[in-house]
């Protein structure tokens, strides 16, 4: 009988697994040789075992781990198989959309280092046409305006334990922007109205719902200062009430970069104080274009 069966080396060998592996699985029993040598206790195999070892290959493959193929074999229930690659395929779901979501942040990540390379200096004001963006937030627990930036600390911090526990990564909280109502911000009430971050359409759920700041003209500056950002904003409104344009919607300061790894001291953040803008259109070039297309 011995001559027409395979010792584990020949067993190994013939199914590219190593010797260890073939003696964890008679271990736990997953699969046990066809007959052991009582005096030298080596293993041999029948090579109809192959089937076996394909199965638990197989098995493998789809996830599943040896605790549970070893249950399946002792069980014999078709039922538990299919519910086990149930959950195999909604783990693998939300794998996928963990790596989705990283791969997304390292494209922000590389595009905000790209738009600091190629931002206009601090100070520079400009006209923006700024794509439609989804954002995430809570409102401002207090007016961190009022404080040194201790205060945007703590609401930082909460936002952070909100993200957390709506089970966003922690990876979206370094693309944070704040907020002051159009109202506040036209009678120069610097009061801190919603922290959020931005993130893409993809995050919505049934238990998450994402915000929409709409596309449209934005007139911003650009600044690397913290505590600038109240200065600057002053900037900015004056910039649009002496060009006439009209306030269209609540501010926003974007954080579009952050390089902590030069200065363990403070933020050093890279900011974009924007607001949307409408304008008056000419009355006589809007009325030719009208009876054109009339």
Not at 194 to 216: A, C, D
Not at 234 to 263: P, R, S, W
């Amino acid at each position: 009988m011995k001559e027409e069966l395979l010792s584990i080396g020949k067993m190994a060998k013939l199914n590219r697994v190593s010797i260890p592996t073939l003696r964890l699985y008679d271990e736990i029993g997953l699969l046990k040789p066809r007959y052991v040598d009582p005096d030298s206790g080596y293993r041999y195999y029948d090579i109809h075992q192959n089937a076996r070892l394909d199965m638990i290959a197989y098995m493998k493959e789809l996830g599943m781990s040896l605790s549970e193929i070893a249950d399946a074999f002792q069980k014999e229930d078709l039922d538990m198989i299919e519910s086990l690659l149930v959950q195999k395929s909604e783990q693998i779901h939300e794998q996928m959309r963990q790596l989705k979501a990283r791969h997304d942040a390292v494209d922000r990540a590389i595009m905000s280092i790209e738009r600091y390379r190629k931002s206009p200096s601090t100070g520079t004001i400009s006209l923006e046409f700024i794509d439609q963006r989804y954002i995430w937030g809570i409102p401002c627990s207090s007016n961190f305006y009022n404080s040194d930036i201790s205060g945007y600390e703590k609401v930082l911090l909460e936002l952070r334990a909100a993200l957390e526990k709506n089970e966003f990564r922690q990876i979206h909280s370094y693309n944070v922007g704040t907020s002051i109502t159009k109202e506040d911000f036209i009678h120069e009430r610097f009061v801190a109205n919603q922290i959020f971050i931005f993130t893409n359409r993809h995050e919505q759920n049934s238990y998450v719902h994402l915000q929409v700041v709409e596309s449209g003209m934005y007139a911003c500056i650009y600044l690397d200062r913290y505590d600038d950002e109240i200065a600057y904003a002053k900037k900015l409104k004056q910039f649009c009430e002496e060009h006439h344009y009209q306030i269209a919607g609540d501010y926003i300061c974007e954080i579009m970069t952050e390089f902590n790894v030069f200065d363990s001291e403070q933020r050093s953040m890279f900011m974009r104080l924007q607001i949307p803008v409408s304008f008056t259109k000419d009355k006589k070039f809007t009325n030719s274009i009208d009876s054109h297309l009339g």
